[in-house]
T-cell receptor
């Protein structure tokens, strides 16, 4: 069955520290991969996406993600976290030729000053 | 600004009542999605429409219904409301198969 797993429900990091949020998917082929961010009281905003090509994808706000086919993973990274990055992050998977999407359960990021 | 407009932003109503949430997708997007986000259940996919036709159904209750009109706006109707229906309801639109979703800011429903 198709699924998306974000194993970390909550993550706390200090401002200036590096960040990695994990995302694993289960699907027979290579899906389209997305990371969204939701600030409190806001809608979801796209951070970055992977469709094909270079497996290291750059996004907005200094985020990047790396697609690893062998691990069925699409982890989100940022070298230095800012207090404004505190939010909830969702990994999502889209499927070629369809309008179907599956979202992970989200990872809530807390940033310590 | 994602280009997706949702109204109302906030809604407070009583149990047993009926409400309608409205969504205008980004200009040109044919596909509209509805999601429910609550504290205990995360982001739940409800239903998807493409150019007026229902294409996919998720965890949508029978008390809920939706439609997409010829001008592509969509409405989500919630009836016989229960306390547990209190949540943030998001609409998203997409313009291409497998492309990114553009989310509205949501409609926060509180059922008292």
């Amino acid at each position: 069955a198709q699924s998306v797993t974000q194993p970390d429900i909550h993550i706390t990091v200090s401002e200036g520290a590096s960040l990695e949020l994990r995302c694993n998917y289960s699907y027979g082929a290579t899906p389209y991969l997305f990371w969204y961010v939701q600030s409190p009281g806001q809608g979801l905003q796209l951070l970055l996406k992977y469709f094909s090509g270079d497996t290291l994808v750059q996004g907005i706000k200094g985020f990047e993600a790396e697609f690893k086919r062998s691990q069925s993973s699409f982890n989100l990274r940022k070298p230095s976290v800012h207090w404004s990055d505190a939010a909830e992050y969702f990994c999502a998977v889209g499927f070629s030729g369809t309008y179907k999407y599956i979202f992970g359960t989200g990872t809530r990021l807390k940033v310590l000053a | 600004d994602s280009g997706v407009t949702q109204t109302p932003k906030h809604l407070i109503t009583a149990t047993g009542q009926r409400v309608t949430l409205r969504c205008s997708p980004r200009s040109g997007d044919l596909s509209v999605y509805w999601y429910q986000q609550s504290l205990d259940q995360g982001l739940q996919f409800l239903i998807q429409y493409y150019n007026g036709e229902e294409r996919a159904k998720g965890n949508i209750l029978e008390r809920f219904s939706a439609q997409q009109f010829p001008d592509l706006h969509s409405e989500l109707n919630l009836s016989s409301l229960e306390l547990g229906d209190s949540a943030l309801y998001f609409c998203a639109s997409s313009g291409q198969v497998g492309g990114e979703l553009f989310f509205g800011e949501g409609s926060r429903l509180t059922v008292l």
